[in-house]
């Protein structure tokens, strides 16, 4: 301690300190902001990963039931399709019986 400093050095040193002291809380608020909007994102991207996940299994779900549903519906056109074609036959058969009767009495059996 051979040279004091004077009280005008001394009050110049305060300020710069005070004023770095200001700048390193100001850095730390924004740095806070900063980690906060980063937490949030974060949640949001989890809930986000859940939601998907649910809307997987629910279109999962909803093939399942659909495949089911096209398999009874091939049922059901098969059936119609089916119930045609005997239609048909007892109409021809009819018919036919019809023609066959015809020919039998203009004959006279």
Same mark, same amino acid.
């Given at each position: 301690m051979d040279t004091p400093i004077t009280r005008a050095e001394h009050e110049e040193f305060c300020r710069r300190i005070e004023a770095e002291n200001k700048r390193l809380a100001d850095e730390d608020k924004r740095q806070n902001r900063r980690i906060e909007k980063l937490e949030?994102?974060?949640?949001?991207?989890?809930?986000?990963?859940? =939601?998907?996940?649910?809307?997987?299994? =629910? /279109?999962? =779900? /909803?093939?399942?039931?659909?495949?089911?549903?096209?398999?009874?519906?091939?049922?059901?056109?098969?059936?119609?399709?089916? /119930?045609?074609?005997?239609?048909?036959?007892? /109409?021809?058969?009819?018919?036919?019986g019809i023609v066959l009767g015809f020919i039998f009495t203009i004959i006279g059996m």
């Open positions: 949030e994102n974060v949640l949001q991207i989890g809930e986000l990963t859940t =939601s998907v996940e649910k809307l997987a299994s =629910s /279109m999962e =779900s /909803m093939l399942k039931e659909q495949e089911k549903q096209g398999k009874r519906l091939e049922e059901l056109e098969g059936r119609d399709g089916e /119930m045609w074609r005997k239609v048909v036959g007892y /109409m021809i058969t009819a018919i036919i």
